[in-house]
């Protein structure tokens, strides 16, 4: 973990003076345990999750009060202010400061959508099948989130299937045994004139 964190620090700023990395995923394959261990590596580095962005009303409509919010002041070298949604009461809750460090994680399903790449110094991909990814967070999130699960894999299927990350990650990221493998990820086989077809399905496991 570490020296995938002596990697990023190194990486040109992306986004003003910050190097905005993003986290990408199927719901319950890991990034938010894995960003939270890689801000640890990181110094404390901060991490925005995209589920206190998101709501009920907007699972992944949110990209314009995102870039309004967050990118453009970041990208000025100025605080961000975003207001985190609480998903029990359905509100938002009072703005949130979020100051431009040197390296910021981007955590959530969609951090890797195309709206958003211009401003990643770096697109990570945790690579789980959507299945697996699925059936942990319907084991997490117990019966009473059932009805909101299937409302989610709806949405998230339709998602990536008009907006792929995982053909433009830089790394995929592998849960094993012990801690987490890094290898490089499509990006470094696609062009900028070169159209990808291939979607968001794993590579084999280590």
Known sequence: ???????????????????????????????????????????????????????????FGWTGRLLDEVIAPLGRGERA?????????????PPRPLPPAPVILLEGVGAGRRALRPHLAQLLWMEVSREES???????????????WDGWVVAERRHFAEDP???FADLLV???QKGYETTPGPAETVGPDRSVTHGDGPAPMC
């Open 1 to 59: 973990m570490h020296l995938l964190a002596s990697r990023l620090r190194r990486l040109p700023p992306s986004c003003g003076p910050v190097r905005l990395i993003g986290v990408d995923g199927h719901a319950g394959s890991g990034k938010s345990t894995f960003a939270g261990q890689l801000a640890d590596a990181l110094d404390g580095a901060p991490v925005l999750h995209l589920d206190d962005i998101a709501s009920h009303d907007e699972l």
């Open 81 to 93: 202010y975003y207001a985190p949604y609480d998903w029990h009461t359905r509100r938002f809750g």
């Open 165 to 167: 990350s995982r053909p």
């Open 134 to 148: 699925w059936a942990r967070g319907r084991s997490r999130d117990g019966a009473e989130q059932r009805e909101f």
């Open 174 to 176: 592998r849960q094993c």
